[in-house]
């Protein structure tokens, strides 16, 4: 059996390369951390954690090439989805979850890969993220087709099973990102986009559930929620789109309503009653004054774009 410590150990060769990425650096100037006091480590944490907004501001013409490449593909039926190991899986699958609720699209269309399947969300699978042969089969099994996006995320740039994701995927077609926060990543190489959001060493060395992960989170914000605004779930800042699916999102609907219309509370009710309770559609019929079915009929004319729906609808 080999040892890790034996020299030509492949331990040796991975300890070697990580040393090499900035998310492992070891800052020596924080060594003593655990000597001080409560308040100041939340100090140091909190001014480190200030700094990833900037970080991902200089990723942002790059992130939005990739957003509209999304975008047009999600408008012809594509998918979007998210493939990662440990943090970066869960927050693929965590930015997966919302959009349901927030974008009323359907459980395919956005979905998040982990790594060692539902049970690696919340507990370890040894093994999975070092497969790109796992990665391939995961998306295989989701028929991937050319008109997909796969969101390869990964902190070193180097997890397996993110490459194999964005590799396989590429093979087939479909469109490629690859998010990491190491420059001149292999993830990064792999893919169409190559995001790389340079976040510097952690507070606690290479725990990338911190600032890489933070990172992570605000990129795929953007994807998500920028694309959801081309393909017009959104009207202005408000989320038309969104289900109401228990009594805090359906007073959700009724305000949003109001304020896209600033109609009286009876018209709201009425509306929503004639649109079985779509929050878009009710706000067609009260601005551009038809019926549910021709508020019905005019969005799907529309592709679900609210702002050309009300402009058919202009006599």
Do not use: W
Not at 110 to 125: D, N, Q, R
Not at 295 to 315: I, K, M, N, V
């Amino acid at each position: 059996m080999t040892s890790p410590l034996d020299a030509s150990s492949p331990y040796r060769d991975l300890r070697a390369e990580l040393e090499t990425l900035t998310t492992e650096a070891f800052r020596p100037e924080l060594s003593g951390i655990d000597r001080l006091a409560t308040l100041e480590i939340a100090r140091i944490m909190n001014a480190e954690d200030a700094t990833v907004p900037t970080a991902v501001a200089e990723q942002l013409p790059l992130i939005a090439a990739a957003i509209d490449d999304i975008a047009e593909r999600m408008a012809k039926g594509g998918r979007l989805l998210y493939a990662g190991a440990g943090t970066a899986g869960r927050l693929g699958v965590l930015d997966a979850s919302e959009c349901p609720p927030t974008f009323n699209t359907d459980p395919s269309q956005v979905v998040g890969l982990i790594a060692g399947g539902p049970e690696a969300m919340v507990t370890s699978v040894e093994g999975a993220e070092d497969s790109r042969e796992l990665a391939a089969a995961d998306l295989t099994r989701l028929s991937l087709t050319a008109d997909d996006t796969v969101v390869g995320v990964s902190a070193s740039g180097r997890t397996p099973y993110a490459i194999g994701a964005v590799e396989h995927a590429r093979a087939q077609g479909a469109l490629t990102i690859g998010l990491s926060c190491n420059a001149g990543s292999a993830l990064a190489a792999a893919a169409d986009h190559g995001i790389e959001v340079v976040v510097g060493p952690e507070l606690l060395t290479g725990s990338t559930r911190l600032k890489a992960g933070t990172a992570q989170k605000l990129v795929l914000n953007m994807l998500s929620t920028i694309t959801m605004i081309r393909l017009g779930k959104t009207y202005g800042n408000l989320m038309v789109d969104v289900r109401a699916s228990n009594e805090k999102l359906r007073a959700r609907s009724r305000r949003i309503v109001a304020l896209a219309t600033g109609a009286p509370d009876e018209e709201i009710e009425k509306a929503l009653a004639a649109t079985d309770g779509e929050v878009k559609n009710a706000i067609l019929v009260i601005l551009g004054e038809v019926d549910g079915p021709t508020a019905a009929r005019l969005l799907e004319e529309s592709a679900g774009h609210l702002r050309a729906a009300l402009t058919a609808a202009a006599p």
